[in-house]
Protein backbone atom coordinates (compact mmCIF):
# COMPACT_ATOMS: atom_id res chain seq x y z
CA UNK A 1 0.00 0.00 0.00
CA UNK A 2 2.65 2.33 0.71
CA UNK A 3 4.37 1.45 -1.97
CA UNK A 4 1.52 2.56 -4.22
CA UNK A 5 1.50 5.63 -2.64
CA UNK A 6 4.98 6.76 -3.71
CA UNK A 7 4.56 8.35 -7.22
CA UNK A 8 1.26 10.39 -6.02
CA UNK A 9 3.75 11.88 -3.06
CA UNK A 10 6.52 12.71 -5.92
CA UNK A 11 4.58 14.05 -8.05
CA UNK A 12 3.31 16.42 -5.15
CA UNK A 13 6.21 17.56 -4.59
CA UNK A 14 7.22 17.96 -8.32
CA UNK A 15 4.26 20.82 -8.97
CA UNK A 16 5.34 22.02 -5.85
CA UNK A 17 8.59 22.70 -7.03
CA UNK A 18 7.20 23.82 -10.49
CA UNK A 19 4.83 26.51 -8.58
CA UNK A 20 7.38 28.09 -6.80
CA UNK A 21 9.48 28.08 -10.14
CA UNK A 22 6.83 29.67 -11.65
CA UNK A 23 6.29 32.62 -9.25
CA UNK A 24 10.16 33.13 -8.74
CA UNK A 25 9.49 34.03 -12.70
CA UNK A 26 6.65 36.56 -12.37
CA UNK A 27 8.25 40.27 -11.85
CA UNK A 28 6.57 41.62 -9.48
CA UNK A 29 5.22 45.33 -9.51
CA UNK A 30 7.25 48.06 -8.63
CA UNK A 31 5.55 48.69 -5.19
CA UNK A 32 7.29 51.88 -4.85
CA UNK A 33 6.01 53.91 -7.45
CA UNK A 34 2.84 52.67 -6.87
CA UNK A 35 2.68 54.26 -3.71
CA UNK A 36 4.24 57.84 -4.94
CA UNK A 37 1.47 57.83 -7.55
CA UNK A 38 -1.62 56.58 -5.00
CA UNK A 39 -0.10 59.58 -2.96
CA UNK A 40 -0.38 61.94 -5.58
CA UNK A 41 -3.89 60.70 -6.63
CA UNK A 42 -5.37 60.96 -3.02
CA UNK A 43 -3.69 64.69 -2.55
CA UNK A 44 -5.52 65.59 -5.71
CA UNK A 45 -9.01 63.65 -5.23
CA UNK A 46 -9.25 65.52 -1.53
CA UNK A 47 -8.32 69.17 -3.30
CA UNK A 48 -11.44 68.41 -5.47
CA UNK A 49 -13.41 67.04 -2.72
CA UNK A 50 -13.06 69.72 -0.30
CA UNK A 51 -16.30 71.18 -1.65
CA UNK A 52 -18.49 73.31 -0.28
CA UNK A 53 -17.54 72.28 3.31
CA UNK A 54 -14.05 73.65 2.72
CA UNK A 55 -15.15 76.72 0.55
CA UNK A 56 -17.07 77.82 4.35
CA UNK A 57 -13.68 76.55 6.52
CA UNK A 58 -12.03 79.51 4.02
CA UNK A 59 -13.96 81.99 4.17
CA UNK A 60 -14.14 81.88 7.82
CA UNK A 61 -9.95 81.64 8.07
CA UNK A 62 -10.01 84.38 5.13
CA UNK A 63 -11.89 87.16 7.11
CA UNK A 64 -9.59 85.99 10.32
CA UNK A 65 -6.32 87.28 8.16
CA UNK A 66 -7.28 90.72 6.70
CA UNK A 67 -5.61 93.44 8.97
CA UNK A 68 -6.29 96.49 6.79
CA UNK A 69 -8.16 95.07 3.52
CA UNK A 70 -11.69 96.16 3.28
CA UNK A 71 -11.65 95.66 -0.24
CA UNK A 72 -12.09 91.59 0.01
CA UNK A 73 -11.20 88.58 1.57
CA UNK A 74 -7.27 87.53 1.91
CA UNK A 75 -6.27 84.07 0.19
CA UNK A 76 -5.26 81.39 2.56
CA UNK A 77 -1.63 80.10 2.39
CA UNK A 78 -1.75 76.57 -0.22
CA UNK A 79 -2.25 73.25 1.34
CA UNK A 80 0.62 71.67 2.23
CA UNK A 81 1.42 69.01 -0.25
CA UNK A 82 1.68 65.30 1.27
CA UNK A 83 4.95 63.97 1.72
CA UNK A 84 5.17 60.54 0.20
CA UNK A 85 6.75 57.99 2.42
CA UNK A 86 10.38 55.84 1.92
CA UNK A 87 12.55 58.27 1.72
CA UNK A 88 14.82 59.44 4.42
CA UNK A 89 13.51 62.59 6.54
CA UNK A 90 15.32 65.57 8.15
CA UNK A 91 14.16 67.30 11.02
CA UNK A 92 14.78 69.75 13.90
CA UNK A 93 13.31 72.49 15.48
CA UNK A 94 9.91 71.78 14.06
CA UNK A 95 11.28 71.60 10.32
CA UNK A 96 11.30 68.83 8.33
CA UNK A 97 12.61 67.86 5.21
CA UNK A 98 11.34 64.74 3.15
CA UNK A 99 14.61 63.23 1.20
CA UNK A 100 14.35 61.66 -2.03
CA UNK A 101 12.05 58.34 -2.72
CA UNK A 102 12.46 55.62 -4.14
CA UNK A 103 11.49 56.46 -7.85
CA UNK A 104 14.66 57.94 -10.02
CA UNK A 105 15.84 61.54 -9.66
CA UNK A 106 15.44 63.29 -12.77
CA UNK A 107 19.23 64.81 -13.99
CA UNK A 108 19.18 67.67 -15.16
CA UNK A 109 22.78 69.02 -17.26
CA UNK A 110 24.29 72.22 -15.30
CA UNK A 111 22.65 73.20 -12.09
CA UNK A 112 19.23 74.31 -10.40
CA UNK A 113 19.27 78.42 -10.63
CA UNK A 114 16.13 79.29 -10.43
CA UNK A 115 12.99 77.44 -9.32
CA UNK A 116 8.80 78.68 -9.36
CA UNK A 117 5.88 76.76 -8.20
CA UNK A 118 2.41 78.69 -9.12
CA UNK A 119 0.21 76.56 -7.44
CA UNK A 120 1.83 73.55 -4.90
CA UNK A 121 1.82 70.75 -8.10
CA UNK A 122 3.03 73.06 -11.19
CA UNK A 123 7.14 73.97 -10.64
CA UNK A 124 9.04 75.06 -13.51
CA UNK A 125 12.90 75.31 -13.03
CA UNK A 126 15.96 76.44 -15.05
CA UNK A 127 19.41 75.01 -15.06
CA UNK A 128 22.43 75.98 -16.46
CA UNK A 129 26.13 76.12 -16.18
CA UNK A 130 28.95 78.84 -15.88
CA UNK A 131 30.51 81.00 -18.59
CA UNK A 132 33.60 79.00 -17.74
CA UNK A 133 32.00 75.56 -18.35
CA UNK A 134 29.31 76.18 -20.62
CA UNK A 135 26.30 73.81 -20.93
CA UNK A 136 22.67 74.69 -22.84
CA UNK A 137 20.28 75.86 -20.10
CA UNK A 138 17.07 73.61 -19.69
CA UNK A 139 13.89 74.06 -17.84
CA UNK A 140 11.99 71.60 -15.97
CA UNK A 141 8.68 71.24 -15.26
CA UNK A 142 6.71 69.25 -12.53
CA UNK A 143 2.86 68.69 -12.06
CA UNK A 144 3.19 66.42 -8.92
CA UNK A 145 4.75 69.16 -6.88
CA UNK A 146 8.47 67.66 -7.51
CA UNK A 147 8.34 63.96 -7.52
CA UNK A 148 8.78 63.56 -11.15
CA UNK A 149 10.16 66.20 -13.99
CA UNK A 150 10.64 66.56 -17.25
CA UNK A 151 12.86 69.13 -18.96
CA UNK A 152 13.66 70.41 -22.72
CA UNK A 153 16.84 72.74 -24.06
CA UNK A 154 16.02 76.15 -24.73
CA UNK A 155 17.20 77.45 -27.55
CA UNK A 156 19.54 80.14 -27.98
CA UNK A 157 17.62 82.71 -28.80
CA UNK A 158 15.59 82.62 -25.63
CA UNK A 159 18.39 82.79 -23.46
CA UNK A 160 21.39 84.55 -24.64
CA UNK A 161 25.01 84.36 -23.07
CA UNK A 162 23.75 86.66 -19.93
CA UNK A 163 22.59 84.44 -17.94
CA UNK A 164 18.63 84.17 -17.33
CA UNK A 165 16.00 84.52 -15.04
CA UNK A 166 12.45 82.60 -14.65
CA UNK A 167 8.95 84.14 -13.64
CA UNK A 168 6.08 82.61 -13.32
CA UNK A 169 2.64 84.43 -13.76
CA UNK A 170 -0.90 83.33 -11.47
CA UNK A 171 -2.13 82.72 -14.77
CA UNK A 172 -0.22 79.75 -15.46
CA UNK A 173 2.24 81.67 -18.06
CA UNK A 174 5.95 81.69 -17.60
CA UNK A 175 8.75 84.31 -19.00
CA UNK A 176 12.17 84.24 -19.34
CA UNK A 177 14.01 87.48 -19.85
CA UNK A 178 17.42 87.32 -20.27
CA UNK A 179 19.81 91.05 -20.52
CA UNK A 180 17.30 92.44 -23.17
CA UNK A 181 15.71 89.40 -24.57
CA UNK A 182 12.13 88.32 -23.42
CA UNK A 183 10.30 85.14 -23.57
CA UNK A 184 7.08 84.07 -22.93
CA UNK A 185 5.22 80.34 -22.72
CA UNK A 186 1.67 79.72 -22.95
CA UNK A 187 2.51 75.57 -22.93
CA UNK A 188 4.68 75.01 -19.01
CA UNK A 189 7.85 75.88 -21.16
CA UNK A 190 7.52 73.59 -24.74
CA UNK A 191 7.68 76.44 -26.63
CA UNK A 192 8.69 80.34 -26.44
CA UNK A 193 7.80 83.46 -28.37
CA UNK A 194 9.77 86.83 -28.06
CA UNK A 195 7.76 89.18 -26.96
CA UNK A 196 8.89 93.46 -26.31
CA UNK A 197 8.89 95.45 -23.28
CA UNK A 198 7.22 97.97 -22.17
CA UNK A 199 8.77 101.46 -20.96
CA UNK A 200 7.94 100.79 -17.51
CA UNK A 201 6.47 104.98 -16.77
CA UNK A 202 3.18 105.02 -17.74
CA UNK A 203 0.46 104.28 -14.84
CA UNK A 204 -1.19 100.91 -15.65
CA UNK A 205 -3.70 99.48 -13.05
CA UNK A 206 -2.32 96.20 -12.15
CA UNK A 207 -4.82 93.04 -12.33
CA UNK A 208 -4.64 89.69 -10.15
CA UNK A 209 -2.85 88.09 -13.13
CA UNK A 210 0.04 90.91 -12.97
CA UNK A 211 3.10 91.03 -11.20
CA UNK A 212 5.36 93.62 -9.10
CA UNK A 213 9.12 94.20 -9.74
CA UNK A 214 12.00 96.77 -8.87
CA UNK A 215 12.78 98.66 -12.06
CA UNK A 216 14.60 101.99 -12.69
CA UNK A 217 14.01 105.16 -11.02
CA UNK A 218 14.70 107.84 -8.48
CA UNK A 219 15.68 108.05 -5.20
CA UNK A 220 18.89 106.43 -2.95
CA UNK A 221 18.63 103.24 -4.38
CA UNK A 222 17.69 104.12 -8.37
CA UNK A 223 14.78 101.81 -8.61
CA UNK A 224 10.93 102.14 -8.88
CA UNK A 225 7.67 99.56 -8.27
CA UNK A 226 6.86 98.72 -11.88
CA UNK A 227 4.04 96.49 -12.86
CA UNK A 228 4.88 93.21 -15.20
CA UNK A 229 1.92 91.75 -17.07
CA UNK A 230 1.89 88.29 -18.49
CA UNK A 231 2.82 88.86 -22.15
CA UNK A 232 4.61 92.44 -21.33
CA UNK A 233 7.25 92.93 -18.77
CA UNK A 234 8.05 96.27 -17.62
CA UNK A 235 4.33 97.08 -18.69
CA UNK A 236 4.11 100.55 -16.63
CA UNK A 237 3.93 101.67 -13.04
CA UNK A 238 1.15 100.96 -10.34
CA UNK A 239 -1.90 103.28 -9.96
CA UNK A 240 -0.06 104.79 -7.13
CA UNK A 241 3.47 104.78 -6.09
CA UNK A 242 4.12 104.35 -2.25
CA UNK A 243 5.42 106.93 -0.37
CA UNK A 244 9.03 105.99 0.28
CA UNK A 245 12.16 105.94 -1.58
CA UNK A 246 12.47 102.05 -3.10
CA UNK A 247 14.99 99.67 -2.71
CA UNK A 248 13.61 96.40 -3.18
CA UNK A 249 10.34 95.19 -4.03
CA UNK A 250 9.28 91.57 -2.71
CA UNK A 251 9.05 88.79 -5.58
CA UNK A 252 5.57 87.73 -4.74
CA UNK A 253 2.77 88.32 -2.74
CA UNK A 254 2.86 86.50 0.95
CA UNK A 255 0.63 83.96 1.80
CA UNK A 256 -2.06 86.38 3.02
CA UNK A 257 -1.81 88.27 0.41
CA UNK A 258 0.09 91.25 0.92
CA UNK A 259 2.39 92.72 -1.41
CA UNK A 260 5.78 94.47 0.44
CA UNK A 261 8.36 96.94 -0.64
CA UNK A 262 11.18 98.37 1.49
CA UNK A 263 13.27 101.55 1.61
CA UNK A 264 13.44 104.80 3.32
CA UNK A 265 11.71 108.08 4.02
CA UNK A 266 12.83 111.25 5.61
CA UNK A 267 15.98 109.51 6.55
CA UNK A 268 14.49 106.29 8.12
CA UNK A 269 14.21 102.81 6.78
CA UNK A 270 10.34 102.17 6.04
CA UNK A 271 7.89 99.62 4.30
CA UNK A 272 5.28 100.29 2.24
CA UNK A 273 2.32 97.34 1.51
CA UNK A 274 -0.39 97.04 -0.83
CA UNK A 275 -3.11 94.15 -1.05
CA UNK A 276 -4.38 95.43 -5.01
CA UNK A 277 -1.12 95.64 -6.48
CA UNK A 278 -0.31 99.42 -6.24
CA UNK A 279 -3.63 101.21 -5.85
CA UNK A 280 -3.84 101.64 -2.45
CA UNK A 281 -0.80 101.94 -0.33
CA UNK A 282 0.14 101.73 3.14
CA UNK A 283 3.70 103.00 4.53
CA UNK A 284 5.29 102.85 7.98
CA UNK A 285 8.57 104.21 9.04
CA UNK A 286 10.89 102.17 10.86
CA UNK A 287 12.40 104.87 13.49
CA UNK A 288 15.78 104.85 15.01
CA UNK A 289 17.35 103.24 12.08
CA UNK A 290 19.00 106.03 9.96
CA UNK A 291 19.24 105.12 6.16
CA UNK A 292 20.57 101.32 5.87
CA UNK A 293 23.49 101.07 3.84
CA UNK A 294 21.89 98.12 2.46
CA UNK A 295 18.14 96.73 1.47
CA UNK A 296 14.91 96.48 4.06
CA UNK A 297 13.26 93.46 3.88
CA UNK A 298 9.56 92.26 5.25
CA UNK A 299 6.93 89.77 5.36
CA UNK A 300 3.64 89.14 6.58
CA UNK A 301 1.71 85.78 7.31
CA UNK A 302 -1.57 87.44 8.83
CA UNK A 303 -1.31 89.70 11.84
CA UNK A 304 2.70 89.03 11.96
CA UNK A 305 4.91 90.81 10.21
CA UNK A 306 8.87 90.97 10.22
CA UNK A 307 10.85 93.71 8.53
CA UNK A 308 14.99 93.60 8.91
CA UNK A 309 16.94 96.01 8.23
CA UNK A 310 20.21 94.63 6.20
CA UNK A 311 24.08 96.03 5.54
CA UNK A 312 24.82 95.73 2.06
CA UNK A 313 26.52 92.08 2.97
CA UNK A 314 22.89 90.89 4.19
CA UNK A 315 24.16 91.70 8.14
CA UNK A 316 21.11 91.74 10.23
CA UNK A 317 21.01 95.65 11.36
CA UNK A 318 17.77 95.86 13.00
CA UNK A 319 14.52 93.38 12.99
CA UNK A 320 11.08 94.89 13.84
CA UNK A 321 8.23 92.59 14.59
CA UNK A 322 4.29 93.78 14.17
CA UNK A 323 1.37 92.02 15.73
CA UNK A 324 -1.61 94.21 13.90
CA UNK A 325 -0.25 93.11 10.36
CA UNK A 326 2.34 95.68 9.97
CA UNK A 327 0.19 98.89 11.04
CA UNK A 328 2.78 99.35 13.32
CA UNK A 329 6.52 97.78 14.17
CA UNK A 330 8.17 97.15 17.35
CA UNK A 331 11.87 96.70 17.38
CA UNK A 332 13.20 93.47 18.69
CA UNK A 333 16.86 93.07 17.67
CA UNK A 334 19.45 94.85 16.92
CA UNK A 335 21.95 92.87 15.73
CA UNK A 336 24.91 91.20 17.09
CA UNK A 337 25.22 87.55 18.86
CA UNK A 338 21.50 86.86 19.16
CA UNK A 339 20.86 86.85 15.58
CA UNK A 340 21.96 85.24 12.60
CA UNK A 341 25.10 86.69 10.97
CA UNK A 342 23.37 87.79 8.04
CA UNK A 343 20.05 86.61 6.31
CA UNK A 344 20.65 84.71 3.06
CA UNK A 345 17.31 85.66 1.36
CA UNK A 346 13.54 85.52 2.50
CA UNK A 347 12.58 86.22 5.93
CA UNK A 348 9.64 83.20 6.28
CA UNK A 349 7.14 83.40 9.00
CA UNK A 350 5.64 79.96 10.26
CA UNK A 351 1.78 79.09 10.80
CA UNK A 352 3.31 78.60 14.58
CA UNK A 353 4.33 82.21 15.26
CA UNK A 354 7.79 81.13 14.42
CA UNK A 355 10.48 82.79 12.06
CA UNK A 356 12.78 81.04 10.03
CA UNK A 357 15.80 82.57 8.33
CA UNK A 358 18.83 80.54 6.16
CA UNK A 359 21.75 82.46 8.38
CA UNK A 360 24.95 83.42 5.83
CA UNK A 361 26.54 80.38 7.41
CA UNK A 362 24.31 78.35 5.57
CA UNK A 363 22.45 76.87 8.08
CA UNK A 364 18.58 77.45 9.44
CA UNK A 365 17.93 79.64 12.33
CA UNK A 366 14.32 79.73 13.99
CA UNK A 367 13.23 82.86 16.37
CA UNK A 368 10.26 81.75 18.83
CA UNK A 369 10.30 85.36 20.32
CA UNK A 370 9.36 87.67 17.47
CA UNK A 371 12.87 87.76 16.07
CA UNK A 372 14.43 88.68 19.29
CA UNK A 373 16.76 85.74 19.04
CA UNK A 374 17.40 82.73 17.34
CA UNK A 375 19.00 79.22 17.81
CA UNK A 376 20.22 77.35 15.21
CA UNK A 377 18.31 74.67 14.16
CA UNK A 378 20.74 71.57 14.23
CA UNK A 379 19.74 67.84 13.98
CA UNK A 380 20.49 66.60 10.88
CA UNK A 381 19.35 69.39 8.86
CA UNK A 382 21.13 70.25 5.85
CA UNK A 383 23.32 73.10 5.35
CA UNK A 384 21.07 75.77 2.95
CA UNK A 385 22.09 78.27 0.38
CA UNK A 386 19.53 80.50 0.78
CA UNK A 387 15.29 80.67 0.60
CA UNK A 388 12.70 82.59 -1.71
CA UNK A 389 9.62 83.38 -1.88
CA UNK A 390 7.41 81.82 -4.90
CA UNK A 391 3.91 82.54 -5.60
CA UNK A 392 2.99 79.65 -3.89
CA UNK A 393 5.53 78.99 -0.90
CA UNK A 394 8.90 78.82 -0.45
CA UNK A 395 12.43 77.36 -2.09
CA UNK A 396 15.54 76.44 -0.37
CA UNK A 397 18.84 76.07 -3.04
CA UNK A 398 22.05 74.56 -2.73
CA UNK A 399 20.80 71.79 0.25
CA UNK A 400 23.86 69.88 1.29
CA UNK A 401 26.16 72.29 -0.79
CA UNK A 402 25.58 70.25 -3.93
CA UNK A 403 22.91 72.11 -5.84
CA UNK A 404 19.83 70.17 -4.30
CA UNK A 405 16.49 72.46 -4.33
CA UNK A 406 13.54 71.82 -2.09
CA UNK A 407 10.05 73.39 -2.38
CA UNK A 408 7.35 74.30 1.09
CA UNK A 409 3.75 75.42 0.42
CA UNK A 410 4.13 77.05 4.44
CA UNK A 411 7.91 77.10 5.75
CA UNK A 412 8.01 74.03 8.11
CA UNK A 413 7.54 70.79 5.51
CA UNK A 414 9.87 70.87 2.78
CA UNK A 415 9.82 68.20 0.07
CA UNK A 416 13.40 67.78 -1.58
CA UNK A 417 13.25 67.57 -5.29
CA UNK A 418 13.78 64.98 -7.05
CA UNK A 419 15.84 66.75 -9.92
CA UNK A 420 19.54 67.72 -9.57
Known sequence: MRDREMPGAGLDVRLAHGRTDLLDSIDQPPMARIRERAAVRRRRRRAVGSGSAGLLCVAV???LLQPWNAQGRDPLPPPVAEAPGGGPVYTDAGITIN????????QVPGTITDVEFVDPDHGYLLAGCPAVAPCPTNVGRTDDGGLTWQYSELPRAVVGSEGAELTGFPDG???????PRTHVSTDQGRNWRPVGAGGGTGRVPATAD??????????RCGLDVEVWQPALPRAGVPATAPDLDVCWVAPATTADGAWWVGGTRD?????????DRGTHWRTVELPGTGVPAGSVEVTSLGSQAYAAVLGT?????????????GQSFTRTLSGGPAAPQGVSGALVPLLD???????????FHVSADQGATFSRAEGNLPVVGRLTRTLAGYVAYDLFGSGWAAYSADGATWRKLQIN
Open 61 to 63: AAT
Open 267 to 275: GNAAVAMTR
Open 210 to 219: DLLRAGPGGG
Open 353 to 363: GRLLVAGTDRR
Open 313 to 325: DRTVRALFHSSDG
Open 173 to 179: QLMITSG
Open 99 to 106: GLTESAVT
